[in-house]
């Protein structure tokens, strides 16, 4: 069975130039989660969809990223325009929720995706 | 706010020798789940080990096991038999399970090296 699919695993750009990242969950899973990781630093969370429905999206910078999950199945996240700080890894975690229930399936990461701003 | 500190920046073991991974975490909720994740430099985060809160038994994978100390809010991970293929980043994590919907809260890592 394929695991949680990202590209590119690598991408370099120039500050404000745009950039997209692209995720293919573990096929049934209906929980898709986008985290940030800094260099040296745990993930942190930028956004949660449940199906095509963005659930929590609180940690997400609204001025220059944004993401959707058409479809409820592949989903994108975007940075226009890219600032030097952006330089990190994004990665696309799966799982697979009932709803109405508490949330206790396993998470399952992609590779990620590096950016390098310059 | 729930938090996860590891303190131990990096650790050294040497190879089919005993290490354990310090962590402690900051809670008010009752139940919740605990993890340990490995992260090599491929870059994919892999669960190690997870704990229920609910259960006074610590949990137990092969050469991986937990002291769970839900009183003291600490969750250590102890690596029997060290082998070369355990040197990763090693991230301890909190999930959140009512409300935030089973959010993932993580520590800053411990990055572990095995000398042969």
């Known amino acids: 069975e394929a695991g949680v699919v990202q590209s590119p695993r690598y991408k370099i750009i120039e500050k404000k130039q745009p950039v997209a990242f692209w995720c293919n969950p573990i096929?049934?899973?209906?929980?898709l989660y986008w985290y940030l990781q800094n260099l040296g630093q745990g993930p942190e969370l930028l956004i949660r969809?449940?199906?095509?429905?963005?659930?929590?999206d609180s940690q997400l910078p609204k001025d220059r990223f944004s993401a959707e999950r058409l479809k409820g199945v592949d989903s994108t996240l975007k940075i226009q325009p890219a600032e030097l700080g952006d330089s990190a890894v994004y990665l696309c975690?799966?799982?697979?929720?009932?709803?109405?229930?508490?949330?206790?399936?396993?998470?399952?990461f992609g590779e990620g995706s590096r950016l390098t701003v310059l | 706010a729930q938090t996860v500190t590891q303190s131990q920046p990096e650790m050294s073991v040497q190879e089919a020798e005993t290490v354990t991974l310090s962590c402690t975490y900051d809670t008010s909720e009752s139940d919740y789940y605990l993890f340990w994740y490995k992260q090599p430099p491929s870059r994919q985060m892999i669960l190690v080990i997870r704990q229920e809160a609910y259960k006074q038994q610590n949990a137990t994978e092969n050469r991986f096991s937990v002291n769970f100390q839900k009183a003291a809010k600490s969750f250590s991970l102890k690596i029997s038999d060290s082998q070369l293929g355990d040197a990763a980043m090693y991230f301890c994590a909190y999930r959140i399970l009512y409300n935030q919907g089973g959010k993932l809260i993580f520590g800053q890592g411990t990055e572990l090296s095995v000398k042969p």
């Open positions: 969809y449940e199906n095509e429905e963005a659930v929590d």
């Open positions: 096929s049934g899973h209906n929980t």
């Open positions: 975690a799966s799982s697979f929720h009932i709803p109405g229930q508490v949330n206790t399936g396993e998470l399952f």
